[in-house]
């Protein structure tokens, strides 16, 4: 019964199949007005248009908080400030929740490729990922699907803190 967040929508396809599984709370995010229209016409979805970390997102998304699940596909690399999103996410979740993302292995992507490809704004290694997740309280709790090409990490929001992850980090 807890709201689910696609961060990219795009034209609503994954949440309109997610409301066929059952889920009842569902809103999108899409900066595109054009795909976030198409959702709200095709499958009758709450679609905010906007980035997900500007300031009336997040106002919006508080009103639904705590957020059960967030996920995005082929998202991060595509915005100016990652860690801002996912710190964004880590304020309006709770201990358990989850956060699910996919996005391109630095490690899979040919230089030229990432060089040329100009929508790519960053790069992700899976180790840097993960490091990334943990400094907003994120453990990993699944990456067994990421590949030289892809990451795929589901991770849940924890009470531990910076400072502990630091610290486990060193041992």
Known sequence: ??????????????????????????????NSRHRAE???????LSVLTSSF???????????????????SHHVLEHTYNPAEIISSASRIQKSGDWFINSLPNFYGE?????????????SFSSEFFGSLLRRYNY???DNS???????YVVARKT???IKQHLDDRDR
């Open 110 to 122: 040919p230089s030229l490729t990432v060089l040329f490809f100009l929508p790519h704004l960053h």
């Open 139 to 141: 453990e990993i709790f």
């Open 159 to 161: 009470d531990k803190t």
């Open 1 to 30: 019964n807890r709201t689910v967040c696609e961060i990219g929508c795009g034209t609503g396809r994954c949440l309109a199949a997610l409301r066929e599984a059952g889920f009842s709370k569902l809103i999108g995010i899409e």
């Open 38 to 44: 198409a959702a709200k016409r095709n499958y009758d």
């Open 53 to 71: 970390e500007h300031p009336e997102s997040i106002s919006r998304l508080e009103k639904e908080a705590p957020l059960s699940l967030i996920y």
């Open 145 to 151: 699907l990421t590949t030289d090409a892809e990451i």
